[in-house]
């Protein structure tokens, strides 16, 4: 399998390449054959996050803490380790063009921002977001923290990098998710963003990109049983499919899943109004929820990780918190477990399901990459990072082919497999001669 | 006669013969080890040889793989500045003191402690309604770069938080087993030179960086005139703090006076920012399998 890990101590992608049962943290265990960082750039240049383009393999779309928006090529070259008689391909990186433009980030809109907010660290804007726009993967959207969306443009060969407009919306934000279970049908695209006492918001963005256009907005909960205002801080979101049978058909028709920094699982239905069908507490004593995933079949899950479902009644998430645990929820609530349960140590940064529900990747603040079965919660992979890593996406999930072990121990071997062995040996024609010669004449003792 | 072979009735008798038999034996032993002692005297080959051979297995010797023991830390040197204060980048740490809400006599005494101890630090009494994030921005505009938090409770010093201003990480110590100065026998006074500083076995990644905390935030170039030594030794992940004055006696034996305090830290947390997400922290299953250490 390999990985590429965005490490923010050095500003670098670190790309390691391992098999399925790989355990970097025991001596005897399999160890990563392949551990390399690329296009280091130092910490003050952190990546924040990137888009690998599907049509065009290799090319990247690279978001960087300093507001740089790089187009980088990746080449494999392959790479043979005569020691261990294997063959792997390993990444090479070719910057292609960027965008160096200061207003692509603004930690001046975070500034007032920041004195009413419950983080206690200084906010840094950072990119959130890079979706792409169209099936040519050649229109992207790009979103920060400070409320600021980018459209940005690549040619048609996939080789120079642009920003067409930026529009601004209320900030801070946490999360931008695109909608693409469906097209719409006037060619607009539909997005919904969230964030620290901001409720989420429908927006729509015209289909030339001009305007930007919130349609609809949630409405908090009703306050709580000591009549205090429940806050609002929703951290992800993601959609399901619309009502397939809706009522009012006039009523727009969205259904979408959010978790928030109180521990609470909010599930809307824009047919049902503004507040939300369930708000459920997950954690007792209200502890951060950070981020969502469904788990579902590969076919269910969109790119941008929305669900293709209908029912709302129905469905399965992992979520991360902000000490150690990565939990695997019902719809309900209900508990169903705990991914890597006292292995971790660190705060989950980022975890991503890949195929639907086959591998659930997971890197944090521990330094460590997990690779966990999503289904029976088995650590398949943890691979130490040597830094604190942030993003994470898998290029390959087959795994390098090792030569044939040869056994270690051949006395174990069984008796019927050693007697097969030794007929097919021997020749048939010399055994039947040796036995028509007739049984030899025992010696007798001498007495 | 083993000791097992005894099989008298008679209690006393019994153990009159034992006492004889443990005599003997013992005498046996100071006897070989005169003899070996004499012949290593003469022949220090063989007491190396002796050495080398026996070496007992200790807890630590054996401990858990640790992959991380032997990595090269990765963050570039910018980022352990930006961390970390370093007197490379001219900006010598100052420091932040205060206690908790509420704090008892006992806090206030070991802040007296501190402020000999850290360099470059200012102690302000804690007052009630200021929340920790007012206080870090105070801290900020006023060119702090660390903030230290003496935890008392029950009229005992019982923790240290320490955050780097202004961006993190925060680390919080368990602190027990403090000795005032007055109480070690034969203590001396210390003076006013900068002491060196001894950072002892921090061997893991999460180790480095508790020892890069120490390194950053005492007292760096020091007056080699003083001959005062800080020591952080790090033992089965118990930091044990001692301060002493060293004399050499002739050139192979040293002589030392503890100026004290003694103090023993454990980290029990390591979180991302002013007490934002958790990047380590102690939990009680961890003490389960004893040859495993963090630091």
Redesign the interface.
């Given at each position: 399998m390999r990985f590429l890990i965005g490490c923010p101590e050095n500003g670098s992608i670190k790309e390691i390449i391992c098999n399925i049962e790989t355990d970097s943290s025991k001596k005897d265990s399999i160890q990563p054959f392949h551990s390399e960082n690329s296009i280091s750039e130092g910490s003050n240049n952190k990546i924040d996050l990137w888009y690998s383009l599907k049509n065009d393999k290799g090319k990247m779309i690279i978001s960087r803490n300093n507001g740089v928006l790089q187009l980088v090529n990746r080449k494999d070259e392959l790479k043979e380790v005569e020691e261990k008689q294997i063959k792997y391909n390993v990444s090479q990186f070719e910057m292609l063009d960027f965008i160096n433009e200061d207003d692509l980030l603004s930690n001046k809109r975070l500034e007032p921002l920041f004195a009413k907010s419950k983080k206690r660290t200084k906010l840094l804007d950072a990119f959130i977001c890079i979706s792409p726009l169209n099936k040519e993967e050649t229109k992207y959207l790009i979103g920060t923290k400070s409320g600021l969306i980018h459209i940005v443009e690549l040619n048609d060969t996939f080789t120079k990098i642009s920003k067409t407009i930026s529009h601004e919306v209320r900030a801070p934000l946490e999360f931008i998710q695109l909608y693409d279970n469906e097209e719409s049908k006037d060619g607009d695209y539909i997005f919904a963003l969230g964030g620290e006492e901001n409720l989420v918001k429908l927006f729509k963005l015209s289909s030339d990109f001009q305007t930007v256009k919130q349609f609809w907005e949630a409405k908090n909960v009703k306050n709580d049983r000591l009549d205090m205002r429940v806050p609002v801080w929703p951290m992800a979101l993601k959609f399901l499919n619309p009502i397939a049978d809706a009522k009012e058909k006039d009523k727009i028709n969205y259904q979408f899943v959010t978790i928030t920094r109180f521990s609470h699982l909010g599930v809307y239905q824009t047919q049902h109004g503004k507040k939300p069908l369930h708000y459920i507490d997950i954690l007792p004593n209200r502890d951060p929820l950070t981020s969502l995933e469904f788990v579902a079949d590969a076919e269910l899950i969109t790119p941008s990780g929305n669900l293709k479902s209908s029912d709302i009644d129905n469905f399965t998430f992992i979520t991360t918190d902000t000490r150690k645990d990565v939990l695997k929820y019902t719809n309900k609530g209900r508990l169903l477990g705990k991914y890597g349960k006292s292995d971790i140590v660190g705060a989950v940064n980022y975890i991503k399901n890949i195929s639907g529900d086959k591998y659930l990747i997971e890197v944090g603040l521990d330094r460590y990459l997990r690779v966990f079965d999503i289904n029976s919660l088995k650590t398949l992979i943890k691979v130490y990072v040597g830094a604190k890593a942030h993003f994470v996406e898998l290029l390959d999930d087959e795994d390098v082919e090792l030569p044939q072990p040869i056994s270690k121990n051949p006395k174990k071997r069984s008796k019927q497999a050693i007697l097969e062995e030794a007929e097919k040996d021997e020749d048939p024609e010399a055994l039947w001669d040796e036995l028509e010669k007739g049984p030899k004449k025992a010696k007798k003792s001498k007495q | 006669m083993a000791a097992e072979e005894i099989r008298v009735g008679n209690k006393m008798k019994r153990q009159a013969l034992f006492a004889d038999l443990k005599d003997e034996k013992n005498k046996e032993r100071h006897k070989m080890r005169r003899t070996r002692a004499k012949e290593e005297r003469a022949n220090p080959e063989l007491r190396d040889k002796r050495l080398k051979e026996n070496v007992p297995q200790t807890i630590e010797s054996m401990r858990e793989?640790?992959?991380?023991i032997k990595?090269d830390v990765?963050?570039?040197e910018?980022?352990l500045m930006?961390s970390f204060n370093n007197m490379a980048n001219g900006k010598p740490p100052k420091i932040f003191l205060t206690t908790n809400v509420n704090a008892r006599k006992c806090a206030y005494e070991f802040a007296n402690v501190l402020i000999e101890i850290l360099p470059n630090v200012t102690f302000v009494k804690r007052k009630f309604g200021y929340k920790?994030?007012e206080i870090?921005d105070m801290c900020i505009k006023r060119d702090f770069t660390d903030m230290v938090i003496i935890n008392e409770d029950k009229k005992k010093v019982t923790g240290l938080t320490f955050m780097h201003l202004?961006?993190?990480p925060t680390f919080y110590f368990k602190l027990s087993s403090y000795v005032e100065i007055q109480k070690i026998r034969g203590h001396g006074k210390p003076t006013s030179h900068i002491p060196e500083l001894i950072l002892n076995n921090f061997q893991t990644?999460l180790g480095k960086t508790v020892g890069k905390l120490f390194q950053s935030i005492l007292p760096q170039n020091p007056d080699f005139e003083g001959r005062q030594v800080i020591t952080l030794h790090n033992q089965r992940d118990y930091i044990f703090f001692r301060r002493h004055r060293y004399i050499f006696k002739e050139t192979e034996r040293v002589g030392l006076q503890e100026l004290g305090p003694q103090f023993t830290l454990k980290l029990k947390r390591l979180q991302?920012?002013?007490?934002?997400?958790?990047?380590?922290?102690h939990?009680t299953?961890m003490d389960k399998d004893k040859k495993k250490f963090y630091l």
């Open positions: - | 793989y640790d992959e991380t990595e990765e963050e570039d910018d980022d930006k920790l994030k870090a202004p961006d993190g990644r991302r920012g002013l007490r934002e997400e958790t990047e380590w922290e939990k299953e």
